[in-house]
């Protein structure tokens, strides 16, 4: 059997869900301006206040990250269309029998032929060539 929560303990918990709400959506406030400048000498400073003398400082927000990048984020991203080419391709070289859904039932109407499935790898190839771009050759 459960109890009923005294009024003063629901008034209390209520206000500190409350206050902890307020308190997220006041963290964004926090974040505060950057300021980046050069002096005379060329040194780039940075600082929460403007330069002294108000010259060419540029103001930046600054957000803070979390954690590091990920090495997929570090890779240059393909496309969506890119990575279904590939895909595509990738199933029509191997040996499991494919086929094509024409009336869209989520079954194969009929298991592609020798020529129908070499001619839907040339198809494959082409949009791997039209939509992945090619590998850039690191600088040396």
């Known amino acids: 059997m459960t109890r009923p929560i005294p009024p003063a303990l629901a008034r209390a918990l209520r206000s500190t869900w409350l206050g902890a709400a307020?308190?997220?959506?006041a963290?964004?406030?926090l974040a505060g301006e950057v300021y980046q400048w050069k002096d005379a000498n060329g040194v780039t400073h940075y600082s929460d206040s403007p330069p002294p003398n108000q010259g060419n400082a540029k103001s930046r927000l600054i957000v803070p990250k979390t954690g590091t990048p990920s090495v997929t984020q570090a890779k240059t991203a393909e496309s969506a269309d890119c990575?279904?080419?590939r895909t595509n391709l990738k199933q029509l070289q191997?040996?499991?029998p494919l086929g094509?859904?024409?009336d869209k039932d989520g079954k194969a109407d009929a298991v592609f032929t020798s020529e129908q499935r070499?001619?839907?790898t040339k198809l494959a190839e082409a949009s791997v060539a039209a939509y992945c771009k090619p590998a850039v050759p690191a600088a040396q």
């Open 118 to 120: 070499a001619a839907q």
């Open 100 to 102: 094509l859904d024409a």
């Open 94 to 96: 191997g040996t499991t």
């Open 22 to 25: 307020l308190c997220a959506l």
């Open 27 to 29: 963290l964004p406030a």
């Open 83 to 85: 990575t279904t080419a």
